[in-house]
């Protein structure tokens, strides 16, 4: 009596039953809309094979929030744009795309370093009194 659901019974699906929409579905699947975050996931379980005390409970938690959100009927947010429901997981992919990174041998980051700097010379960046830096890219 005192815990209602305003939405009505059989709002809840117990096993998830959308867990692969959420995942996969081309309407607003995470890694089909967002696919670093597919790339953030294998980071995840890579960083739990050499330090599963630190991700470990990361990925659990990422895992229950998929399994919440797909165990209700409106698993895609109905007329939102891509994933909402999974927006604060947002920081586990990028713990994990950082993961995944680390284990890149420093000789391949090395290789990609001059074409970083040389993008970064080719704007022209000025900060503003918002502290924001606003930048344009340079005629030449």
């Known amino acids: 009596k005192f815990l209602t659901i305003p939405q009505g019974g059989g709002i809840f699906s117990l096993p998830p039953a959308h867990i692969l929409q959420v995942l996969l579905s081309t309407q607003t699947g995470w890694f089909v809309w ?9 980071g995840l379980v890579l960083g739990a094979l050499k330090y599963p005390r630190i ?37 586990l992919a990028a713990l994990g ?20 700097r040389r993008a970064a010379s080719s704007r022209r960046c000025s900060p503003s009194s918002s502290g924001w830096t606003w930048c344009r890219a340079k005629h030449r």
């Open 55 to 91: 991700y470990v409970p990361w990925i659990v938690i990422l895992t229950l929030q998929i399994a919440a959100v797909g165990s209700v009927w409106f698993w895609s947010g109905v007329e939102s744009f891509g994933a909402r429901y999974l927006l604060s997981d947002t920081p």
């Open 97 to 116: 795309l950082i993961t995944l990174l680390s284990l890149v041998p420093s000789r391949a980051r090395q290789v990609s370093r001059p074409s970083a």
């Open 34 to 42: 967002t696919p670093l975050t597919l790339l953030g996931s294998i």
